[in-house]
């Protein structure tokens, strides 16, 4: 692996592990608020999916630095200048439909984009996303019949469920654009060319939207800025609350 | 037959049951208290894992490291799992969880008075691994003989379930006594402040307990609360020890003719003021379960509503 | 607005391969497609079953204490369906 492949793989891993590691905590904040409990238990089972898949990306990118850092130096010893997770990932839980139409999105985006991370030529991401892919194919059944019910339940969750896709929309496109890292690594066969999966993408929600009898947002309104490290505000409160314990007892193992 | 003499005959066959080692199952016939005081107990059992789930969860979210925060998260949701079961075993007996939940944010139904108090440093995750689970355990070992069926197999599957619990709970003790200064004496001060309320978890001495004699009567219980209290406080000792913590109970000492060891009296006026409402997280936990059960509202319906037109659509397809 | 208007479902689990389907417990969801959703997440977190079966509660016909002397007893009396009521000389008992 030439230096600058390696490189460009390592920031790759650790922009994988940043969403999986945003999302993972922000699903993780659901614990013992969920709308019942057996819903308690079943998104549990999905954050802990998220925070396997942030160790596994960023064991690979520890692995590649061979420096002596470890997962945990890039979870814990970051800021939100150096995270590069898609904005959407660390916007706040809000209420459930909220929570749940971003999982359908990011769901969506994963089952397109982890099949193609299989083929990668890099055996660790592609079996890391071959493990993923199973996890991914039950959260989108998961979302998608959430998105179902709550678009298609009584008024209010029409109301919240619309209000969610609305102000989460403007987040999405970030997911399908590409700077020059990633396009080397898509070009050498290691990273995801992930702007052709938009159409597609798009596709699957609109059929999802529109069986939920809720609207598809203009496209007009797009933020972006995760994978270049400018983020909402949203993020510096997560790792705040995430880096305390960690950054407060410098040095120490848990 | 007049309905009395039905009544005495059953209740005859019941306490035959009872004797010889026979489960209980949800279609037999049973004493109106019996299954009144199995409901008081399966519930009160089953709110107390829903509620503890709120002193770690207080924690998930600063857990220190990556690998703690999956172990942690699983373990939460291990609670609510087994909040489940136990609510599963409840509604055998006739009540629905939501009568359980309503009871419980009343305030009319209790949960486990430990969850009362707050967790405040990383230590807490440890200690309440260790110390209330170990306690739970202790307890739920001994109820996988319960007379009633379904409450009998669901503490099997939780206690099945349980034992990481306590385990991942001293191992992260373990790494504080082994690590800085600084988080060696944050795992002491933990043990200080949970060790007591542990042994409170067995509840009131068995001469003062209300609802004991007749529950050991019917096998709802299986061992008093002493008896219990007993087994906990010998295996914690060399567990402390080991930890080369300090204990918190300086009156203890090896008996070696009772084989157990001698400790000192709880501070029963805490045990009491903390039930009667007035602990540190009393009414932040009922709270909590109140509010996400609340903004839950609105969820609930729309599954039914949506249902409800599903159903519909079916019918007028067919 | 009650909870139990979300339906209670039985859960049942194959544990593993060549095993009966073993009644595990219960839980509450909106229809059949949910209920085989969260029995995955509720009932096998530990890898604990290869198959589930959901069945509403309210589809289960259970056979009641009251008639269990009428439907068990009349088959307590026909020991001759039991291996152990013939006695076969020692060249062929292990039949």
New interface residues.
């Given amino acids: 692996m030439s230096d600058t492949i390696k490189d460009a793989t390592l920031e790759y891993a650790v922009r994988l592990g940043d969403d999986a590691n945003v999302l993972g905590h922000r699903i993780s904040e659901w614990v013992s608020r969920g709308p019942f409990l057996e819903e308690d238990i079943a998104y549990a089972n999905v954050a802990l999916d998220y925070i396997g898949r942030a160790r596994m990306f960023y064991g690979y990118a520890a692995e590649l630095a061979n420096d002596g850092r470890t997962e945990d130096d890039f979870a814990y010893m970051r800021d939100d200048r150096q995270y590069q997770n898609l904005l959407l990932m660390e916007l706040p839980r809000e209420d459930f439909a909220y929570s749940q139409v971003r999982q359908l999105f990011i769901d969506i985006y994963y089952g397109l984009m982890l099949p193609e991370l299989v083929k990668s030529k890099d055996d660790t991401l592609a079996a890391i996303a071959a493990k993923a892919i199973k996890e991914t194919r039950y959260h989108l059944r998961r979302s998608r019949d959430w998105v179902l019910r709550l678009g298609d339940g009584t008024e209010e969750s029409h109301r919240r469920t619309q209000r969610a896709v609305d102000s989460l929309w403007g987040y999405t496109h970030e997911m399908f654009e590409m700077d020059d890292t990633e396009q080397r690594l898509a070009d050498s066969g290691i990273g995801v060319d992930i702007t052709k999966l938009r159409d597609e993408w798009h596709r699957q929600v609109s059929a999802i939207l529109a069986e939920a009898t809720l609207n598809l947002p203009e496209d007009g309104w797009a933020v972006r800025g995760g994978r270049i490290g400018y983020h909402t505000e949203n993020l510096g409160h997560l790792l705040t609350e995430m880096q305390f314990v960690h950054r407060s007892y410098p040095g120490c193992q848990w | 037959m007049s309905s009395e003499q039905q009544t005495s005959l059953q209740e005859k066959q019941f306490m035959h049951k009872i004797k010889a080692e026979e489960k209980i199952e949800p279609k037999d016939w049973m004493p109106e208290k019996y299954r009144k005081n199995l409901i008081r107990q399966i519930s009160q059992h089953a709110h107390s894992e829903v509620i503890g789930m709120q002193p770690e969860g207080n924690f998930l979210t600063r857990a220190p490291s990556l690998r703690r925060k999956a172990i942690l998260l699983s373990k939460i949701q291990d609670e609510a799992g087994h909040g489940l079961y136990l609510y599963s075993a409840a509604e055998t007996l006739g009540i629905s969880r939501d009568e359980m939940i309503e009871a419980l944010q009343s305030g009319r139904a209790k949960y486990a008075s430990i969850f009362n108090y707050p967790a405040l440093t990383w230590a807490d995750m440890g200690a309440i691994g260790w110390l209330v689970d170990g306690a739970a355990i202790v307890n739920q070992v001994s109820l996988q003989r319960t007379s009633y069926g379904p409450y009998a197999r669901g503490m099997i599957r939780i206690c099945k379930e349980e034992s990481f619990h306590q385990r991942q709970g001293y191992d992260i003790m373990l790494t504080l006594v082994n690590g800085s200064p600084e988080q060696k004496a944050m795992a002491q001060d933990s043990l200080n402040r949970f060790y007591w309320p542990a042994l409170m978890m067995f509840g009131p001495h068995d001469s003062e307990s209300a609802h004991s004699a007749k529950s050991m009567e019917w096998k709802i219980k299986r061992e008093t609360n002493d008896d219990l209290r007993q087994k906990f406080i010998d295996q914690t000792a060399s567990q402390i020890e080991f930890l080369g913590l300090e204990h918190p109970d300086k009156e203890l000492k090896w008996n070696e003719e009772r084989g157990h060891y001698d400790s000192g009296e709880i501070d029963w006026d805490e045990f009491h003021n903390v039930i009667a409402g007035n602990g540190h997280c009393n009414r932040q936990r009922l709270e909590h379960h109140i509010k996400a059960h609340e903004e839950g509202a609105w969820v609930r319906e729309a599954l039914v509503a949506y249902n409800a037109k599903k159903q519909a659509k079916q019918t007028e397809a067919a | 607005?009650?909870?139990?208007?979300?339906e209670?479902f039985e859960v049942f689990i194959r544990s593993k391969r060549g095993l009966d389907h073993k009644h595990?417990?219960?839980?509450?969801?909106?229809?059949h497609?949910?209920a085989l959703?969260?029995a995955r997440?509720?009932y096998t977190?530990?890898s604990e079953g290869v198959s589930i079966w959901v069945v509403r509660s309210a589809d289960i016909c259970?056979?009641?204490?009251d008639d269990a002397e009428d439907f068990f007893d009349p088959n307590d009396d026909k020991p001759y369906r039991h291996a152990t009521y013939y006695t076969l000389p020692d060249a062929v008992n292990n039949m």
Avoid: I, W
Avoid at chain 3, 1 to 6: C, E, F, V
Avoid at chain 3, 62 to 65: H, K
């Fill in positions: 607005m009650q909870d139990n208007a979300l209670l595990v417990g219960s839980l509450h969801s909106e229809d497609e949910q959703e969260y997440d509720v977190r530990r259970a056979s009641q204490e």
